[in-house]
C-alpha cells in the first residue's frame, strides 16, 4: 500500500486527517476535568454544532432543581465560593452575548450605510467567513468524531474484479435480447452496490510508456494463455513472454502493423502514414480495434485514436487495449446511436472488426457516416472484399455488391481497393445528398437532426447534414493549429474570443500548479520499485487522464502544451453546457457521459482523475443517485496508487472529503489561493491485494 501524503509544495496551505492534536492535548487533562467533561458528553454528544453555542448555560445536571446530593440548587447563591466562580461565569457570557448583539446591531446599520459599488466586495468577503467557519466546524467534528464517524466501504467480491456495469450480455440474452443487441448498454437506474473493487492476486502497476504500450504484465489483465496463443490476426497479434504479453513484432526486418499503414496511406495518395496530418485526419475511430495496435503505431505519429468495441468477459479488445495506455472504451452500435456528436472523427477504421456491414439494410453505415467528418475517410479491412474470394462465393459476391452500392448512395467515393482493404472518402458537400441518381436513405429532417444524440435508437436517415459544423477536415487548420480556434470558428459554438482565451489561460496555470504540487508528492512518496529506474519528472509517471467536467477542452490543451506524453478522456456531462462538438473539433477525443450512470469502461483504467466544477454542476441538478455512487465509480475507474484532482468550492470540497475517508484514500485539502472561494482536493487511491486464497 502506498505511503501516506506529505506536505506538497511550499506557500500552499493543507489540512488533512490528522487527529494527534486532539491526542496530545486530551492526555494531559485531569482526572476531574475529564469526569466533568464525560457527565456532560453523553447529551452534548448529537447537539448541533451551533458557533455560540458556548454562550448558553448548561442545566442539564440540574434539570429539576437539585444537585446531586438531593438539595435545591441555586444559580444565584453567593454563599459559597463555587457559587460566586458560576456567577462570576454566567455574567461573563451574558457580557459576550450582549456584546456580539451590539457589534451584529453595528454592522447591520453600517451596511445599510454604505455605497452600492461596495456591496459585493462585502458580500465576497461575507462568503469567504462564512466558508472558512464551516471548514473549521467541519474540521472540530472531524477531531471529536474521530474514525467512528464515517464507516469505510467494504472491498468487493472476487467476481468484481473486471466487473463492468450496464454491460451484462447473460441478464440481456434473458431478457429476450439477441441479434446483437445483447452486447449494448443497458442501465436500470436504481440503488448501487457501494463497494471498493480489489485488483487481481498477482497485481502490478503498469510499465510506465513508452515501454507500457507494447508490453503489459499478463495477471492485470483477464485472458486465458489459450487465447493469447490463438491470437494472429493483424489487430490481435500478441505473444505471452513469461509474466507479460508483448505486442511488438516478433521479427525485427518486418512490422506488420507499420507496412499495414504505409498500405493505407498510399491508397489515399500519401507517402506514409506521416502524412495522415497533411490532408486533416487528426482524429480516428477504431471500431473493434483487436489489441489496439493500430492506435498504438499511430500515436507516435499525433495521431489519436479512440478504439471502440463490445464487451467482452475474456481476452478483451477494450480492456487489453487500455491496459497499454492506449485511448478505449466500450461501445456497440447494433441498435443505440455512438455518444458522441455527428461529424466527430477524421477516418473510421474497420480492420475484422466483426461488423456485418450489409445488414439491417445499412442503418450500421448510415451512423458510420454521421459521426465521419466531412471528406473523412472510411478504411475497411475483410475478408469479404478480396477478388479471388468472391469469385469463389457468390454469396459474398452479394455481400460485398450491397456495401459498395450503399456507399455510393451515401455520397462515398472509393479511392481505392487492394487485396483486403478498401478505402472510401466521404463527400466535401452536402449538396451531393440531393442531387443523387438512385434512390437511398433520406435526409434527417431538422428538428429531428439531433447533433448530440446520448443512446438514442438507430436512425435510418442521414444526419449532420443541417450542422453549422460541416467543414471538410481538408478546408480546416492542420494539427497542432487546430487546437486553437479563431474568432469566426468560436462563433460556430456560440463562444467569443474573451471566454475562451481566459479558460485556456486559467487552465495553463492549473496544470503548472498541479504539476508541481504532484511531483514532489509522487517521488517522495514512492521509493523506487525493485528494477526500476528514476523516473524523469513528471510526465512520464501518467499514460492517461480522465477528465469528468471537460468544458471547453483547456485541461487537455494545457497539458499537451506543457509537453505531457499522455492523452485526455474529455468527458461532457449530460447535466451541464454539452461542448463535446467543440472538443472533438479541436483534435481531441471525448464522449458525453451521465455521471450518474457507471462508465462504459472496465476497472482500473485511468492514471489520473481531474474534475473541476463537476460537484457544484450536479449540485444543481436532481438526481437519483447519491455523492457516495459518484465516489465508489471514480474508485472502480482509478488504477492503484493514481491520483484523483477535485477542484470547487470550499462547502463542495468538504463534503467530498467527509466521504473519501469512507474510500480509504489518502487525502489532503489544499487552498488555492487567498482571494479565491476555491479549494483543491488531492487525493491518492492505494494499492489495496487481495490475499491469495
Not at 475483410?382 to 455488391?401: A, C, F
Not at 503548472?512 to 513528471?538: A, M, T, V
Request: aromatic share 10%.
Amino acid at each position: 500500500m502506498s505511503r501516506p501524503l506529505h506536505r506538497g509544495a511550499s506557500g500552499l496551505r493543507i489540512s488533512g486527517h490528522n487527529h494527534d492534536f486532539w491526542d496530545s492535548n486530551t492526555s494531559d487533562r485531569t482526572e476531574k476535568e475529564d469526569s466533568d467533561r464525560n457527565r456532560s458528553s453523553e447529551q452534548n454528544y448529537l447537539a448541533p454544532r451551533s458557533p455560540f453555542r458556548f454562550l448558553f448555560v448548561d442545566n442539564s445536571n440540574s434539570k429539576h432543581g437539585f444537585t446531586e446530593n438531593g438539595f435545591g440548587s441555586d444559580h444565584f447563591s453567593i454563599g459559597t465560593p463555587r457559587s460566586r466562580h458560576k456567577l462570576a461565569l454566567l455574567f461573563l457570557k451574558l457580557s459576550l452575548f450582549l456584546i456580539v448583539i451590539v457589534a451584529l446591531t453595528g454592522s447591520f446599520w453600517w451596511t445599510i450605510s454604505i455605497s452600492t459599488s461596495s456591496r459585493g466586495h462585502i458580500f465576497h468577503g461575507y462568503r469567504r467567513l462564512q466558508e472558512q467557519l464551516v471548514s473549521d466546524l467541519w474540521e472540530i467534528g472531524e477531531l471529536s468524531l474521530g474514525p467512528s464517524r464515517l464507516k469505510e466501504l467494504e472491498f468487493c467480491p472476487e467476481e468484481y474484479e473486471y466487473f463492468v456495469p450496464c454491460f451484462n450480455v447473460t441478464e440481456n440474452l434473458a431478457a429476450g435480447f439477441s441479434d446483437g443487441n445483447e452486447y449494448d448498454r443497458n442501465c436500470e437506474n436504481g440503488p448501487r452496490q457501494n463497494c471498493l473493487v480489489l485488483p487481481p492476486v498477482n497485481y502490478k502497476i503498469p510499465l510506465r510508456w513508452p515501454t507500457g504500450r507494447d508490453i503489459i504484465w499478463f495477471s492485470n489483465v483477464k485472458i486465458s494463455a489459450e487465447e493469447v496463443l490463438s491470437s494472429g490476426s493483424l489487430t490481435k497479434r500478441m505473444m505471452k513472454e513469461e509474466d507479460k504479453i508483448s505486442f511488438r513484432s516478433a521479427s525485427l526486418m518486418f512490422d506488420s502493423m507499420e507496412d499495414y499503414s504505409h498500405q493505407i496511406a498510399e491508397m489515399i495518395g500519401l507517402r506514409n502514414e506521416s502524412n495522415f496530418i497533411q490532408v486533416g485526419v487528426r482524429t480516428i475511430l477504431d471500431i473493434g480495434c483487436g489489441y489496439g495496435s493500430y492506435g498504438a503505431h499511430l500515436f507516435s505519429k499525433q495521431l489519436l485514436t479512440m478504439c471502440i468495441a463490445n464487451y467482452e468477459s475474456s481476452g478483451s479488445q477494450v480492456q487489453l487495449t487500455l491496459e497499454r495506455g492506449l485511448p478505449a472504451m466500450l461501445g456497440s452500435f447494433m441498435s443505440k446511436q455512438l455518444p458522441y456528436p455527428s461529424l466527430s472523427f477524421d477516418m473510421l477504421h474497420c480492420a475484422r472488426c466483426g461488423v456485418d456491414w450489409d445488414k439491417r439494410d445499412g442503418i450500421l453505415l448510415i451512423e458510420a457516416n454521421r459521426v465521419l467528418k466531412p471528406g473523412g475517410y472510411f478504411v475497411w479491412t475483410s475478408p469479404l472484399i478480396k477478388v479471388q474470394t468472391l469469385n469463389r462465393n457468390k454469396e459474398n459476391q452479394k455481400r460485398w455488391n450491397f456495401v459498395r452500392d450503399f456507399a455510393e448512395n451515401l455520397c462515398w467515393e472509393m479511392l481505392s481497393q487492394q487485396d483486403e482493404t478498401v478505402v472510401w472518402k466521404k463527400t466535401s458537400k452536402a449538396s451531393c445528398y440531393g442531387s443523387r441518381k438512385s434512390s437511398g436513405p433520406s435526409i434527417c429532417s431538422k428538428g429531428h437532426d439531433v447533433e448530440s444524440p446520448y443512446y438514442r435508437p438507430l436512425q435510418n436517415c442521414i444526419g449532420g447534414t443541417h450542422s453549422r459544423r460541416w467543414i471538410p477536415i481538408e478546408a480546416r487548420t492542420t494539427w497542432p493549429s487546430r487546437s486553437s480556434l479563431n474568432k469566426n470558428e468560436l462563433a460556430v459554438y456560440g463562444l467569443h474570443p474573451e471566454e475562451f482565451i481566459e479558460d485556456s489561460e486559467n487552465r495553463k496555470a492549473a496544470v503548472r500548479n498541479y504539476w508541481s504540487l504532484l511531483s514532489p508528492l509522487i517521488f517522495s512518496d514512492h521509493p523506487k520499485r525493485p528494477g526500476d529506474e528514476d523516473p524523469s519528472p513528471p510526465y512520464n509517471m501518467l499514460r492517461n487522464v480522465l477528465d469528468m467536467n471537460a468544458h471547453f477542452g483547456g485541461f487537455n490543451s494545457a497539458l499537451l502544451e506543457e509537453g505531457k506524453s499522455l492523452w485526455v478522456m474529455n468527458v461532457v456531462p449530460t447535466s451541464g453546457p454539452n461542448y463535446l462538438p467543440l472538443i472533438l473539433d479541436r483534435g481531441y477525443v471525448g464522449v458525453l457521459h451521465d455521471w450518474c450512470e457507471p462508465f462504459p469502461t472496465y476497472p482500473r483504467t485511468y492514471d489520473l482523475v481531474h474534475a473541476e466544477g463537476l460537484l457544484s454542476l450536479e449540485a444543481g441538478q436532481r438526481h437519483w443517485c447519491s455523492l457516495l455512487d459518484l465516489f465508489t465509480e471514480i474508485d472502480r475507474l482509478l488504477r492503484p496508487e493514481g491520483w484523483v484532482i477535485i477542484r470547487d468550492t470550499a462547502p463542495h470540497v468538504e463534503s467530498a472529503r467527509a466521504l473519501i475517508t469512507r474510500l480509504k484514500w489518502d487525502a489532503r485539502v489544499i487552498e488555492v489561493d487567498s482571494s479565491s472561494d476555491e479549494r483543491l482536493l488531492v487525493c491518492q487511491k492505494p494499492f489495496f491485494k487481495r490475499q491469495a486464497s
